[in-house]
């Protein structure tokens, strides 16, 4: 089974700064394959990349995803008030259907 | 507009079942699977299972293997999630989402809180 690890845990940042976050996998991921999320509190979770770097319908582009292999990167170019929550990485195996996420980075306002 | 109406709160004794519907809007149903995910309090996401709404294929995380049944009904576009043999570590909310092939989840249902309490 592979495990998602991402990091750091809490990552403190002002609005208008660049953000970083990593997602691990403790095997090969097809690129085609990995997600990110993001999750505010007491909302559900909501679909921002898919195959590792193609933003969803309606995601702006200050954010975007890059990587390839075990290791992955979300961008958040421009920090705006909304983008402070919580973002999770999934991978996925096709046959058959299985995700995985990572435990979460909480990205919160300096 | 595509979006998935799941069924209300619910509160559960321990050794009890719950079925958690999950009704979709705005799309050719049995066009993507459905996938079950949830997340107790505090935590982070768990994923549960899928099901294929083309022909009712199921496949579950080994956690839940035995406990967890998905079905669908076609005729009205539903998704269902049976979790039996409740503990109160099943206390979360349960997420339904709509799964392309090899695509994101996407979107996610308004999430179902399920409490197990005596």
């Known amino acids: 089974e592979i495990v998602l690890t991402q990091s750091p845990g809490t990552l403190s940042l002002s609005p208008g700064e660049r953000a970083t976050l990593f997602c691990r996998a403790s095997q090969y991921v097809a690129s085609n394959y990995l997600a990110w999320y993001q999750q505010k509190p007491g909302q559900a979770p909501r679909l921002l990349i898919f195959?590792?770097?193609t933003r969803a319908a309606g995601i702006p582009d200050r954010f975007s995803g890059s990587g390839s292999g075990t290791d992955f990167t979300l961008t958040i170019s421009r920090l705006e008030s909304e983008d402070f929550a919580v973002y999770y990485c999934q991978q996925y195996i096709h046959s058959p259907p299985r995700y995985t996420f990572g435990q979460g980075t909480k990205l919160e306002i300096k | 507009q595509v979006q998935l109406v799941q069924s209300g709160a619910d509160m559960k004794k321990p050794g009890a079942s719950v079925r958690v519907s999950c009704k979709a809007f705005?799309?050719?149903?049995?066009?993507?699977?459905v996938t079950w995910v949830r997340q107790a309090p505090g935590q982070g996401l768990e994923w549960m299972g899928w099901?294929?709404?083309?022909?009712?294929?199921?496949n579950y995380a080994q956690k839940f293997q035995g406990r967890v049944t998905m079905t669908t009904d076609t005729s009205t576009s539903t998704a269902y999630m049976e979790l039996r043999n409740l503990r109160s570590d099943d206390t979360a909310v349960y997420y339904c989402?709509?799964?392309?092939?090899?695509?994101?989840?996407?979107?996610w249902g308004q999430g179902t809180l399920v409490t197990v309490s005596p």
């Open positions: 705005g799309y050719t149903f049995n066009s993507y699977g």
């Open positions: 099901i294929s709404t083309y022909n009712g294929n199921a």
């Open positions: 195959g590792a770097s």
């Open positions: 989402a709509r799964t392309p092939l090899g695509g994101g989840l996407d979107p």
